[in-house]
């Protein structure tokens, strides 16, 4: 499990979305002590509107959501009432800078969703929305950007250690 592979005395934030919360809390249960978390705004999964809760089949089989244009062209395709993934990539830097700058030098641990992973990696690895949304994020999976503050000679960093490994594989820490 995670519990015994996450770093110790990490700051925790999370999504508003219970999920996620949840998900933080069952890695407590398995034996990692919880500091207090941190809710981020900037962290929630992207908006599907009216596509939001229904299955991946139902919009396949109703011609009218546009659906199969939406997966040949997600990053700048908006779904019905809802936003792109280009727009959660815009949302999510700015969490993602606070963070850096208020918890410098401290391991961070965000538990949050598989389009916020995205934009994530998007942003540490200067991938086009296009290119992040090829990024398989599965659920529980363990993703690691490392963060290296600039100096006055030399720019931030980042480094991608672990993208998408799942609880079964063993840490590469």
Known sequence: GWAELLPKDAVWVHSPLR????????IGAAGYKLPKMEVVPEFIEQHFGEWQGRTYEELKNSPESGYHR??????????????SFEHL??????GIERL???HAGRDIVAVTHGGTIRAAVAHALRLDPEAAL?????????T???????????P???RAVVINQPPSMPATW
């Open 19 to 26: 999920r996620t919360r949840e998900t933080a809390e069952a």
């Open 70 to 83: 939406f997966w040949l062209g997600p990053a700048a395709a908006v779904p019905p009432g809802g936003e």
């Open 89 to 94: 990539i815009h949302r999510v830097i700015p």
């Open 100 to 102: 850096n700058l208020v």
């Open 134 to 142: 090829r990024v398989d994020v599965s659920n529980t999976s363990l």
């Open 144 to 154: 690691r950007l490392d963060h290296f503050a600039g100096t006055p000679r030399h």
């Open 156 to 158: 931030p960093a980042w």
